[in-house]
Structure formats: structure tokens, C-alpha cells
Nanobody
Framework: QVQLVESGGGLVQPGGSLRLSCAAS????????MSWHRQAPGKARDLVAL???????FYTDPVKGRFTISRDNAKKTVYLEMNNLKPEDTAVYYC?????????WGQGTQVTVSS
């Protein structure tokens, strides 16, 4: 049974930091490209950052220089370190695993940036 379980979300003040985790099970984690996406109320779900199976990374412009994606294949976990958070980072953050035409999604974790 495939599972992606996100954790680490919460309420943080502008300029603060959070670290999200996504624990995977039920598939061969090492083979999959892992990514974080986010969806703000009333908006589409957008890619935030991607780490491929070869550990190469990609960041979208709004988070470049502030967020860091990493993975631990031994723990089957992908992380998103978020620094200098802004109110516009407020969203539900989702973890995704992708391998060719197969995609798995987690249930999401809420991140709220507010003073």
C-alpha cells in the first residue's frame, strides 16, 4: 500500500522557518523523482521544488534561494527546508512521487505565514 505522509506544517511569523517532511512507503523510493507542490485557497496547485532520483534539484522562482529540497533514500523521506517565509507562502503543501506515468500524492500539510 502506497503512502506519502507529510508533516512539519504550522503557523509561523514572516521571516521564520519551517521544515517539512514526507515519509514514503509502499514503492521503490530511490527510483522516484520527489517534489513539493503547494495550493493556496482559490488557486491552482503549483510546483515548488523537485529532487530527481539522481539528486539533481529544481526550484521555482518564488522560492529560489529560500527553500531547500533534499532526500534521504535510507529513510525514504524527502524534506523541504523553508527559510525567510513570507505571507504569500501560505498554502497547503503536498508531496508527490513520480516515475514515468505513475504519480502518488500525499494528503498535504498546512503552512500559514502570518504575524
Amino acid at each position: 500500500q502506497v503512502q506519502l505522509v507529510e508533516s512539519g506544517g504550522g503557523l509561523v511569523q514572516p521571516g521564520g522557518s519551517l521544515r517539512l517532511s514526507c515519509a514514503a512507503s509502499g514503492f521503490t523510493f530511490n527510483n522516484y523523482h520527489m517534489s513539493w507542490h503547494r495550493q493556496a485557497p482559490g488557486k491552482a496547485r503549483d510546483l515548488v521544488a523537485l529532487i530527481r532520483s539522481d539528486n539533481s534539484v529544481f526550484y521555482t522562482d518564488p522560492v529560489k534561494g529560500r527553500f531547500t529540497i533534499s532526500r534521504d533514500n535510507a529513510k525514504k523521506t524527502v524534506y523541504l527546508e523553508m527559510n525567510n517565509l513570507k505571507p504569500e507562502d501560505t498554502a497547503v503543501y503536498y508531496c508527490k512521487a513520480a516515475f514515468f506515468l505513475t504519480n502518488y500524492w500525499g494528503q498535504g500539510t498546512q503552512v500559514t505565514v502570518s504575524s
